[in-house]
């Protein structure tokens, strides 16, 4: 249990990693996505 959740973290730390350093490199998408995100807030 403990390794499958540890496991999970890391591959979500690694999707965060990735994501920042596309949105650091891409400042157009960051503004996308916030927009796409508030678009669906009620």
Not at 5 to 32: C, D, I, N, Y
Request: proline share 5%.
């Amino acid at each position: 249990m403990a390794a499958a959740l540890q496991r999970v973290v890391s591959v979500v730390g690694a999707v965060t990693a990735g994501a920042a350093l596309a949105v650091a490199s891409q400042p157009a998408l960051l503004t996308q996505i916030v927009a796409q995100l508030t678009d669906r807030l009620p």
